[in-house]
Every structure is written in structure tokens, then in C-alpha cells.
């Protein structure tokens, strides 16, 4: 089965947006890299973003069957949303937390993330390559 690889709001604009913060790669970019290391890794990933909360929700019940693992970059819903942890805590798949940014190392309010209280572990500060290494880490818990 695919790791589900899934992006949330903002993340579409990655390449563009502070720049300065999440760097000048694109999302489509990331993708490639992604695809790049699962490829090397005998893997296939389905790789989707959203900026709709409900359709974040939606992919994330769709991995309870057809996923292998999953990796969530939920961006600002991880800090606010108890419904994605929901969803996230139906998933018997390893959930690999991601963050191109640190967010321990910013604003108070990006310190929490709902995300992690149903995360097997989290990636996070190492720009694009926070991606690259969550693939590895769920290619790496599931066959
Ligand atoms: C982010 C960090 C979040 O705090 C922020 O809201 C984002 C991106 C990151 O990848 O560093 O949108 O998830």
C-alpha cells in the first residue's frame, strides 16, 4: 500500500510564502523529492494538499484502508484542530508528524500541535528535507 503523504492550508503557496521561513522550493518540488526517496525505497505515495480542513479529514479516514503509513503536514490546523486528532486517532498505521519549520522555535501558540498527541514521532526544522526524512521514517515502521 502507498504512504499517504498530506499537506494542509497554506502549503500550496510553499515556494512563495515567507520564504524565509519555509524556503523557495515549491510544493510540487517537495513532491518530486518525495517521490524520488520512496521510489528508492521500493515505496509509491499518494501525495495530496488541502487547504479544507473537512478534506484533510476525508484523506485521512480514505488511509485507514489504503494507506501504509501516513505522513501529515498539517500546517496551521495542527495548532488548532481536535478534529483531525479525531480522525488521526482511528488510524492503526504509523503517523509521521511533519514540519518543514521548527515550531518549538517560534510563536507560543505554534508550540502545541493536536497532531502530535496521535503521532508515532515528528519531523520538523529541516526545510523540504522534513519530508524527505518523515517518507523515510514511515517507509522505515511499515513494509
Ligand atoms: C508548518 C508550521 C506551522 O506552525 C504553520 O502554521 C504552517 C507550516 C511548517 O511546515 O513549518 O503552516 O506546519
Known amino acids: 500500500k502507498p504512504i499517504y503523504v ?3 492550508p497554506n502549503l500550496n503557496l510553499l515556494g512563495v510564502r515567507e520564504p524565509e521561513i519555509y524556503g523557495k522550493q515549491t510544493l510540487d518540488d517537495v513532491r ?5 526517496r520512496a ?4 515505496r509509491t505515495l499518494v501525495f495530496r494538499q488541502s487547504n479544507h480542513e473537512g478534506e484533510l479529514i476525508d484523506w485521512v479516514q480514505e488511509a485507514r484502508e489504503a494507506a501504509s503509513a501516513l505522513v501529515i503536514n ?4 495542527g495548532h488548532t484542530s481536535v478534529a483531525l486528532l479525531d480522525a488521526l486517532k482511528m488510524l492503526a498505521i504509523p503517523i509521521v508528524e511533519c ?5 518549538a522555535a517560534r510563536e507560543e501558540f505554534r508550540r502545541h500541535t493536536y497532531v502530535s498527541l496521535a503521532a508515532t514521532g515528528l519531523v520538523s526544522g529541516f526545510g523540504a528535507r522534513s519530508y524527505e526524512l518523515a517518507v523515510e521514517a514511515a517507509a522505515g515502521l511499515t513494509a
Not at 32 to 36: I, N
Not at 39 to 42: E, K, N, Q, S, T
Not at 99 to 103: G, M
Request: negative net charge; hydrophobic residues 45%; proline residues 10%.
Open 6 to 8: 498530506l499537506s494542509g
Open 99 to 103: 514540519h518543514l519549520s521548527n515550531p
Open 74 to 77: 498539517p500546517a496551521g490546523y
Open 32 to 36: 518530486a523529492a518525495c517521490e524520488a
Open 39 to 42: 521510489a528508492a525505497l521500493g
